[in-house]
């Protein structure tokens, strides 16, 4: 597990179920989203398609939050901060 940098404590665990260059790139992605928004959060990659497709995923890989589905496919790094902000309740920054 990494944390990403941040002011806060590990408050999110995410999940990356997937391999291979997409898991790996939207771990890198969902790092620079935490850091960019200041927070810090556990995130494991762990290959298992089998709970992906149980939590009813239709694209790989798939990013839990807390172990509920959050995103799938490689979203854009600005998307998971609209994404984070959304599940924070923070609203976003217009500037």
């Not at 898991?23 to 494991?44: F, H, M, T, V, Y």
């Amino acid at each position: 597990m990494t944390c990403a940098t941040g002011s806060h404590d590990c408050p999110i665990r995410f999940e990356i179920l997937g391999s291979g260059l997409d898991a790996e790139k939207l771990k890198r992605r969902l790092s620079c989203a935490l850091g960019g928004l200041g927070w810090r959060a556990q995130i494991r990659l762990q290959a298992d398609a089998h709970r992906a497709l149980d939590l009813g995923a239709t694209r790989d890989p798939v990013l839990l939050a807390d172990g509920v589905l959050f995103a799938q496919g490689l979203p854009r790094t600005e998307e998971l901060e609209a994404l984070l902000r959304a599940r924070i309740g923070v609203p976003p920054d217009f500037t």
